[in-house]
Each structure stands twice: as structure tokens, then as C-alpha cells.
């Protein structure tokens, strides 16, 4: 009888850490070991925990994740981290199978895997492809504007929600939409700048709505600055070649109307619950003006649903396993 693999999340009771769970709970290939809960912030159970398993899976602040890794003394156990804390850190793979060829084998042997963010795997699944490609120079000025339902800020801002929910007593949102991030240079950035290829990194403008999980990711294109701008067609055939094996990421053909609700709003939520994400091209011809948009779970492609199919491909599983 062959062992199976002995997966600990850190950080199990945790927004991310409980969707991991609830995804490989039921499955009867690994191991799932558990820390008792009055130890779960003991650096010394953890540490036991983190060198008798096979992956560890991080899912802590950016400080306490950094500390589980420098527990770490076993070689042979793979870290698997959802935090920020190593996603442009040296040694470390990015886990985004999807972003360039050869990516899922860089994963599949590396000792140490970062999940991506969940607004960079909505805008490198969109950019990616075109800079790749040679559609936009690394140069071309790019701004992004996302939206994400509060889940996006873990245990707290989902305490926030619910508190605002009893005192608004079922009448309309207290907090409907707000932007953030206003002094700029949002922890995701870097991430996004370092595996675009761009020369210089994206002008960010993250946003919350008053839904529990879902995202939008913007990327507008003012082509009209080009001397020969591509067309709509050229860059919705670029992506969708892009990506034209893989199964999480679907870029939607060119101008489908059924995706929008009544023919008007791309609603955020709709890839909730999957862990696909959706590329849309919106294009002008005339006007030179293109709208590259992504929508996924931020708690599935852009969290769990994604380090689960990073776990997969460590284990070398099939990568669809419990997605
Ligand atoms: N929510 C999202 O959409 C996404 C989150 N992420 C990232 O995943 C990570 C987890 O985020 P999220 O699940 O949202 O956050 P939460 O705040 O919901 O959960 C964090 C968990 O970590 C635990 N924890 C905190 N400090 C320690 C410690 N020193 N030792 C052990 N456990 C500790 C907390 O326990 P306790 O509550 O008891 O303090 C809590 O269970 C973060 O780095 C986040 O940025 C990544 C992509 C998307
Ligand atoms: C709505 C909201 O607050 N979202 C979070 C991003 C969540 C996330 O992806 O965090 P990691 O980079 O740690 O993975 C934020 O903007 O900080």
C-alpha cells in the first residue's frame, strides 16, 4: 500500500486556510493533519507539524509566514505560501500554471511554491499574453481598476461587513463601494509589474464592493497613442491562443452578449464557487479603445481554488483534483 502525501495548512481556520480545507477534506489520496487549536500560534508545535509533512500550506499573515518558513528544517517538505510574503522572492516559484510555458513543471519540482494574488492572477491572465507576444511593448502605459467582494480582506474586513450588515438592519448598504489604496503602491504591485514583463509597473486602483467573494479586474487599453494599433480581433485571438490548452483559464469569444446580465453589467460574482477565470476583450476598432477584463473567485483562482491546483501539481496529481 502506497503512504499518501500529509498535507498541514497553517492557518486552517483562517478565510483562505477553511476554503483549502473544505476542498481537500473529502479527498481520500492525501492526509489532511491538523494543529490543535489552542497551539495554532505555538512556533514550536508548528514547527513539528511543518517538518513531518509533506506540504505545508500557508495561509497567515505575510509576518507569520515568513516565520513558519524560517521553521522550516526538513528538505524534503515542499511550502506551498498563499500570502504575499515570497511571491517575487528569490528561490521561490511563482504558482501560476497558466502564465508561461514551462511554469507548471517549475512548479511541479520546486521546493517552494508563492500563490499568486488574487487581483495579479486577474491581470497577468489578461497583460500577459500580449506583452509575450509582442501585441503591446513592454513600455505601453497601463493602469488597472479592480473590484473585489470584502472576503478579499480575510477574517477582519469580513467582521467589518457583518457589523455594518446588523446596523444597516436590512435598509440599503452603508458601504456599497469604496476605491482604496490611494497612496499607491499596493502590495500586490510588485507582483504584477515583475511577472507582466512590463517596463514599468501598473497604475493600480483597487476597489471594494458589498458582496461577500467575487472580483473584476480592469485593464483599459488607449490604443488611439499607437501608430498602428492592434485590432479587437488581433488581441482577443493573441489571448485566447494564449491559453487555448488550458481548462481554468477561458478567454470569452469576442463580443458574447449572453455573459452580461440582461445584456448590460459583467457581474462580479459569477465565477464564484470555481476556480476559473474569464478574459473578456471589449474592443473599439474605430474609436481605438480596448477593454481587457478578468472575472474569477477571489477565493478560488485567486486563492484556494488556485493553491489547490498548485498542491496538485506538486504532488503530481492530475491538476483538476477537488476543483
Ligand atoms: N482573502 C483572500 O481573498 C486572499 C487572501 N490571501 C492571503 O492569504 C493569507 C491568509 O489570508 P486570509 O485567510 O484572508 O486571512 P484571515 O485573517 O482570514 O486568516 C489568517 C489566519 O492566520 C491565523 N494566524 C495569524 N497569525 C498567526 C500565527 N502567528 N501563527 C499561526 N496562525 C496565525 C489567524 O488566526 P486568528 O484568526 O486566530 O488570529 C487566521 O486563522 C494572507 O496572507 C492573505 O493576504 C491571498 C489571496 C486572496
Ligand atoms: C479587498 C481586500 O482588502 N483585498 C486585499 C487583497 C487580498 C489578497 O489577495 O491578499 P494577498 O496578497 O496577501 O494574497 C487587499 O487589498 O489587501
Not at 489552542?38 to 500550506?57: F, G, P, Q
Not at 481605438?288 to 478560488?300: F, T
Request: aromatic fraction near 8%; hydrophobic fraction near 40%.
Amino acid at each position: 500500500m502506497t503512504t499518501k502525501p500529509k498535507i498541514f495548512i497553517d492557518g486552517e481556520s483562517g478565510t483562505t486556510g477553511l476554503q483549502i480545507y473544505s476542498r481537500l477534506n473529502q479527498r481520500d489520496d492525501i492526509e489532511l493533519v491538523s494543529i490543535e487549536a489552542s497551539k495554532r500560534k505555538d512556533a514550536t508545535e508548528r514547527a513539528k507539524l511543518i517538518n513531518a509533512v509533506d506540504v505545508v500550506i500557508l495561509c497567515l499573515p505575510d509576518d507569520a509566514a515568513r516565520e513558519a518558513v524560517s521553521l522550516v528544517s526538513n528538505t524534503t517538505v515542499k511550502i506551498l505560501d498563499a500570502s504575499t510574503a515570497h511571491r517575487t522572492a528569490e528561490g521561490w516559484v511563482y504558482g501560476f500554471p497558466e502564465l508561461n510555458p514551462g511554469q507548471r513543471e517549475k512548479i511541479a519540482s520546486a521546493q517552494f511554491v508563492s500563490n499568486p494574488g488574487c487581483y495579479p492572477t486577474g491581470f497577468l491572465a489578461c497583460i500577459r499574453p500580449l506583452i509575450a507576444k509582442g501585441i503591446l511593448k513592454a513600455d505601453f502605459p497601463i493602469t488597472v481598476n479592480a473590484v473585489s467582494g470584502y472576503s478579499g480582506g480575510g477574517k477582519n474586513l469580513i467582521q467589518k461587513y457583518d457589523s455594518f450588515h446588523e446596523q444597516q438592519a436590512g435598509g440599503e448598504s452603508l458601504y456599497p463601494y469604496g476605491i482604496y489604496g490611494l497612496q499607491f503602491g499596493h502590495k500586490h504591485v510588485k507582483e504584477m509589474h515583475y511577472f507582466s514583463g512590463l517596463a514599468s509597473p501598473p497604475l493600480f486602483v483597487p476597489s471594494v464592493g458589498d458582496f461577500e467573494q467575487g472580483m473584476l479586474v480592469q485593464v483599459p487599453l488607449p490604443l488611439g497613442i499607437l501608430d498602428n494599433p492592434p485590432s479587437g480581433e488581433v488581441i482577443y485571438e493573441a489571448i485566447a491562443n494564449y491559453y487555448q490548452s488550458e481548462k481554468f483559464v477561458q478567454v470569452v469569444p469576442l463580443g458574447e452578449p449572453t455573459l452580461l446580465r440582461d445584456g448590460t453589467f459583467l457581474d462580479a460574482k459569477a465565477m464564484n464557487d470555481t476556480n476559473f477565470v474569464q478574459v473578456f476583450v471589449f474592443a473599439n476598432d474605430a474609436t481605438k479603445e480596448a477593454l481587457l477584463v478578468a472575472r474569477l473567485d477571489n477565493l478560488g483562482k485567486g486563492a484556494s481554488g488556485a493553491a489547490v491546483q498548485n498542491l496538485n501539481i506538486m504532488l503530481g496529481f492530475s491538476e483538476e483534483l477537488g476543483l
